[in-house]
């Protein structure tokens, strides 16, 4: 309905909804006014929200985050007949307090929390506060939720929100099961592929052992070539289908691109970087392959959403050095390349709040001393394979967490704690 966070919402876009006579569906639901049992909200006579109005509202939002997610919009009417929204607006009085109210009212009557429920208040009136309320949700990972004032969980049945059955309740909860275990899963077989791609003279071994360097001939003496690779790999936490997925414009939105940072971070880039191939189709997927003098890279997106980018680096070495060198911002430029095409995606896509969970493994043939920052301390990773904690890709303004935690948890494997602080200047999602 909206491609942006209802936050950025404007009044022109409101309107569209009327001028196109959007139609009430399995996620789009409309309503005149706040709703009332009698007579009408106290609100709308400079009152307070009322009960009626707080209790239904967070059905309907249950009722679609227990089905496919969905968009509510209050102050628009609908055509009994058609079903389609019809002129005129009626505003809500002070619009945006009433969505700050509902947000907290309805968060407070959903159990368990939902992760992602955005209400903002759209002024569309001269005189400046009145306006629609927007609500919206996805579908969660964590249904069914339950509404907390009558302990029903709700569900979304073609226009409208209705109490599960104790058997829906029970398939439902078998069926984010079966979710949970396919989300596992496409993290390990995100790893297996990983092992598979990377090259066989660099001796492909199992995850626990990772891969291992080669000792080769320079005349009379043996060099030694090491080598590190990593995985990151973000899938979104709901389902989330993508068709016919190599026409996707988006696509070119997703690039190499370097990125500008703050505090220890100056620039993520991959300064070995030479050639970027095109988006080739694959079986549900696309993906491109990118290159350097030593290094190799890949970038895979299936149609369910999951983003992957494999990279490999070689180290040739006169002889078997004691250790390897790990340029820290451009393992964090890998990291970032995912989380901005989950943002592009998502946003194209018309779900920018979608998130999604994020995984880092990291192999290395020898130690890697850890450099790139100004000032920095002694830090040696210990060769083998590392998968960090999964981590989550949420809203724009946790994206420095995100990039600070994974930091840490880099220098942390190579034993030292960092006090200091960076941040990413992340483009727009275009």
């Not at 009994?80 to 947000?103: G, W």
């Not at 939720?145 to 969980?153: A, E, G, K, P």
């Not at 891969?211 to 003496?221: D, K």
Request: net charge negative; charged share 25%; aromatic share 8%.
């Amino acid at each position: 309905m909206f491609p942006t966070r209802l936050a950025e919402v404007s009044a022109s876009q409101v309107l569209e909804v009327i001028q196109n006579e959007a139609a009430e569906t399995l996620d789009f639901e409309l309503k005149r006014t706040l709703p009332v049992k009698k007579g009408v909200d106290p609100w709308m006579t400079n009152g307070k929200l009322g009960d009626d109005a707080k209790d239904e509202l967070a059905a309907e939002i249950i009722a679609f985050a227990n089905t496919i997610g969905g968009t509510l919009i209050v102050g628009i009417d609908e055509d009994t007949a058609t079903k389609r929204a019809k002129p005129p607006i009626f505003p809500i009085p002070r619009c945006k307090e009433a969505a700050a109210r509902l947000h907290q009212a309805i968060s407070d009557r959903v159990e368990p929390k939902l992760p992602v429920f955005e209400c903002e208040g759209v002024i569309t009136e001269a005189d400046g506060t009145s306006g629609v309320i927007v609500m919206r949700t996805l579908e969660s990972y964590l249904a069914p939720h339950r509404h907390t004032q009558n302990n029903h969980c709700y569900v979304r049945r073609n226009d409208r929100a209705e109490p599960m059955s104790m058997l829906e309740i029970q398939e439902m909860i078998r069926q984010k099961a079966r979710s949970a275990a396919n989300a596992e899963k496409s993290f390990q077989d995100s790893g297996v592929r990983f092992h598979s791609w990377i090259p066989d003279e660099h001796q492909r071994t199992h995850p626990d052992v990772g891969v291992q360097g080669t000792y080769i001939a320079q005349g009379t003496t043996q060099g030694w070539v090491g080598i590190w690779a990593v995985r990151v790999t973000a899938r979104p936490l709901a389902p989330f289908a993508i068709t016919n997925i190599p026409k996707q414009p988006w696509l070119k939105g997703i690039d190499t691109r370097a990125f500008n940072g703050t505090g220890q971070i100056r620039q993520l880039e991959w300064r070995d970087l030479r050639t970027t191939r095109a988006w080739a189709p694959r079986l549900r997927a696309v993906d491109r392959e990118f290159e350097g003098t030593n290094s190799f890279g890949l970038d895979r997106i299936s149609s369910e959403g999951l983003i992957e980018r494999f990279v490999w680096q070689k180290q040739p070495e006169n002889g078997r050095p004691r250790h390897g060198f790990l340029e820290i911002t451009e393992l964090h430029w890998n990291v970032a390349c995912v989380v901005h095409a989950a943002t592009v995606i998502r946003a194209l896509n018309s779900r920018p709040t979608q998130q999604f969970a994020l995984e880092v493994e990291l192999m290395t043939s020898d130690p890697l001393l850890l450099h790139g920052y100004p000032q920095r301390p002694t830090a040696v990773i210990p060769a083998g394979s590392t998968t960090f904690p999964r981590y989550e890709i949420g809203e724009l303004q946790t994206f420095d967490e995100l990039m600070m935690t994974v930091d840490k948890d880099v220098w942390n494997l190579g034993s030292y704690h960092p006090s200091w602080e960076l941040g990413v200047i992340w483009p727009p999602a275009t």
